[in-house]
């Protein structure tokens, strides 16, 4: 079982960054990837961003060259956002990739213009 904390959102101004933190316990040797996915109101959950074991990230279009993932330690991870914009406003759920994935309870991120 793994276990997953996000934080690190909270209301920024367009333009703005942003660091959210990640951290995961439990079976932790199980991880091989760590990502982000977000919610905006009334939208579909979608994907931001992961980074792999093995060092390798990728990103989701709408976020290309604004955000980027990091990995510290086998289990944290963290996402900066620069040059935030209000259609970034969502809930950032921090997941991991073990045999299943798990997922984070989210953290709210505002933009405004």
């Known amino acids: 079982q793994v276990h997953v904390a996000e934080s690190g959102g909270g209301l920024v101004h367009a333009g703005g960054s942003l660091r959210l933190p990640c951290a995961a316990s439990g079976c932790i040797l199980s991880i091989n990837a760590l990502g982000w996915y977000r919610q905006a109101p009334g939208k579909q959950r979608e994907f931001v961003a992961i980074?792999?074991?093995?060092?390798?990230t990728g990103y989701g279009d709408p976020v290309k060259g604004g955000f980027t993932i990091s990995r510290a330690t086998k289990n944290i991870s963290y996402l900066q956002m620069s040059s935030l914009k209000t259609e970034d406003t969502a809930v950032y759920y921090c997941?991991?990739?073990?045999?299943?994935?798990?997922w984070g309870q989210g953290t709210q991120v505002t933009v405004s213009s």
């Open positions: 997941n991991a990739w073990a045999p299943g994935a798990y």
């Open positions: 980074h792999s074991d093995s060092g390798t």
